[in-house]
């Protein structure tokens, strides 16, 4: 472990600096990526008006106790304000991680939910290796949630709840590589080759992957102190270029993660390192997106037209309600009034008449009702 500072920071970021250690500013600086990053919408600024694509999906892969669950872990508490560990993380003899696992990151009540959903794996060792076919089918969105994927063992296809025909809201569209940084350079030589050949599969799939280099807290003194180090760390420095140059991606394509295990506050330090990272990961799930641009509209528009019938079917519902709901009261006073007065508003025929009108109304609602819950079907589908 070392402490060696350089004079200016490895890489240019306006956000870290330890001339920004006063606490108000680096809240702001806090504040403003998070909003930054609830307010996303993939590949946004090139959607057509009143157009959405869903989410993202990102997947963590990488060796077990690497800190898969742990990134999970810090996303989801930096999000909900405080310390929110809902993947179970820690050390045992094998993978801690059993299950395919897709996270939704909320940053206020259940339905307040970032669009992007974080995949949780179990983490390849030297006698649980992934298999390609398995990463292939895990990368194409055929594996449904909690599904007990063991990398190294043949997935069922016919298994309940495999999605034979995904989409791309489905897919991944960013693969996180979490390495840890104390594991660089004495890595199991079969894990190594094993995520070298993931990434081949990954590209033969056009799948974008990134670096998650976690730990860092554990290769620089200072860092482990106060995070608004690391950009200004030789060691970290060091890390990031010798990870790069391992797993054959660009420097920029790494991203610094210390991921929250002793802490019982959030700090904004951490925090910010956490959301420069995971927004470098949104661009990779944009720049995947952009890549499918035609599919990503024709989804969009889809689910912009379901919407949209969803919206006048709704209207035209309340419209019918209402008249049956005047019905109602015309028949109910009429009823007080033949009996208080002793005289007859409406007679049988007409009253037989209303009823029937009304019958057919409510039955005009029920028909309603029902296409709207296959609409509702319809769009979670789209999703
Ligand atoms: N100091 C420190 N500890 C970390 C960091 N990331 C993870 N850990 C610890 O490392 C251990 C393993 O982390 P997990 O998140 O369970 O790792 P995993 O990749 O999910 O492991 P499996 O599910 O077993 O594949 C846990 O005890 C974490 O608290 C980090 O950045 N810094
Ligand atoms: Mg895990």
């Known amino acids: 472990m070392t402490n060696n500072l350089l004079s200016i920071a490895w890489r240019k970021c306006k956000y870290l600096d330890q001339n920004t250690a006063i606490t108000g500013k680096k809240q702001g600086i806090r504040q403003r990526l998070k909003d930054t990053i609830i307010n996303y919408k993939p590949l946004h600024e090139l959607m057509p008006l009143h157009h959405t694509f869903p989410r993202v999906n990102i997947l963590l892969f990488g060796a077990v106790e690497s800190g898969k669950s742990s990134v999970f ?53 030297e006698t649980h290796l992934m298999a390609p076919q398995n990463m292939k089918i895990l990368l194409k969105g055929n594996l449904p949630d909690r599904y007990p994927l063991d990398p190294s063992l043949e997935v069922h296809l016919d298994s309940p709840g495999i999605n034979t025909i995904p989409t791309l809201c489905d897919v991944v569209h960013c693969v996180s590589i979490v390495v840890d940084a104390t594991t660089i350079d004495d890595m199991d030589d079969n894990i190594y080759r094993n995520i070298c050949q ?17 730990n860092i807290d554990k290769i620089c003194e200072l860092t482990k102190k106060d995070a608004t180090y690391a950009y200004k760390s030789k060691a970290i420095q060091e890390a990031v270029e010798k990870v790069a140059k391992k797993f054959g991606v660009p420097r920029n394509a790494v991203f610094i993660m210390k991921c929250y295990e002793e802490e019982s506050f959030l700090d904004d330090n951490v925090d910010i390192m956490t959301l420069l990272a995971l927004s470098g990961i949104l661009q990779h799930c944009d720049a995947y997106l952009y890549r499918f641009y035609e599919s990503v509209i024709d989804l969009a528009s889809k689910q912009a037209s379901l919407e949209e019938e969803n919206k006048s079917l709704k209207v035209e519902m309340e419209e019918y309600k209402s008249i049956v709901k005047n019905f109602k009261r015309q028949f109910e006073s009429s009823q007080i009034r033949q009996k208080k007065k002793d005289v007859v508003i409406y007679d049988d025929k007409m009253l037989s008449n209303l009823i029937t009108e009304s019958d057919v109304l409510n039955k005009e609602i029920d028909r309603l009702r029902d296409r709207r819950d296959h609409l509702k079907e319809d769009i979670n589908n789209v999703k």
């Open 73 to 125: 872990n810090t996303i989801s508490s930096l999000f909900k304000g405080k310390i929110f560990n809902i993947a179970r993380c820690g050390r045992s003899s094998g993978s801690f991680t059993t299950k395919l696992t897709k996270f939704q990151v909320m940053y206020g009540g259940i339905a307040e939910q970032l669009r992007l959903t974080l995949w949780d794996t179990r983490g390849i060792d």
């Open 198 to 214: 993931m990434q081949t599969v990954m590209n033969s799939l056009d799948v974008q992957h990134v670096i998650l280099l976690t």
